[in-house]
């Protein structure tokens, strides 16, 4: 069963034909939660690209994990099993970490982090002076050296679309998102993009100069130093 508020979504039906079908056959598959554990095979036994699974994950109608299992977003709104029939995943780790929203679809849920016991700290303490200030410099510098980057997720079209209206630039949401989900988030160098909203303003700066030629080019939206 499909519902057709996501399939007749202007979002869904934006997505070239090969990733909407590519959908549709993962949804085929999945088991009673919407889980999927073969979407690689299901992608080449229909022809699909890796592309239009990116697109899948950047339109955020599927989930991936790491695992390589993946779960239809919507997948609770297109289907409603009766208790009888209902049989539940086995992916049960995948399925801790989704949750619902109000409307019923699959969001993604962060995993709480380790906390350290105050036992084992004490312990550690009561080890000697010297060995205290050579642990505690020893973290501090990899505190220094190493800095958490925050894990990029690429924006959805509804989201480029707001900041652009707000900076009133008349960029095409729908042609900045799909150009640079069919490169894997990626600038033509190969380094990832990791501030979305940088890559608009340089996009924007780019379609205010003279345009040499109709089609872009990587270098074209590639960043610039000064954002």
Request: proline content about 6%.
């Amino acid at each position: 069963m499909f519902s057709k508020s996501v399939i007749d979504s202007d979002m869904f039906l934006d997505m070239p034909l090969s990733a909407q079908a590519l959908y549709f056959h993962l949804s085929m598959r999945a088991d009673d939660d919407g889980f999927v554990n073969n979407p690689k095979k299901i992608q080449r036994m229909i022809g699909a690209s890796d592309d239009d699974c990116k697109i899948l994950v950047a339109k955020k109608f599927i989930i991936p994990f790491e695992s390589g299992i993946i779960v239809i977003r919507h997948w609770k709104i297109h289907n409603y099993i009766q208790k009888d029939r209902y049989k539940e995943t086995v992916y049960l780790d995948e399925k801790s970490q989704i949750s619902t929203d109000r409307t019923g679809a699959y969001v993604s849920e962060p995993r709480p982090a380790c906390i350290q016991p105050v036992s084992t700290l004490d312990t550690q303490v009561r080890l000697g002076k010297d060995s205290i200030g050579n642990d505690r410099l020893g973290e501090e510098s990899k505190g220094e050296t190493k800095k958490k980057r925050k894990r990029f997720t690429p924006p959805t079209v509804e989201e480029v679309r707001s900041y652009c209206q707000e900076r009133n630039n008349g960029i095409d949401p729908d042609a900045f998102v799909d150009y640079y989900t069919a490169r894997g988030w990626k600038y033509g160098q190969g380094k990832p993009v990791e501030d979305w909203k940088a890559a608009v303003r340089t996009w924007e700066r780019r379609e205010s100069k003279p345009k040499k030629s109709s089609l872009p080019t990587d270098a074209d939206y590639a960043p610039l130093f000064d954002i």
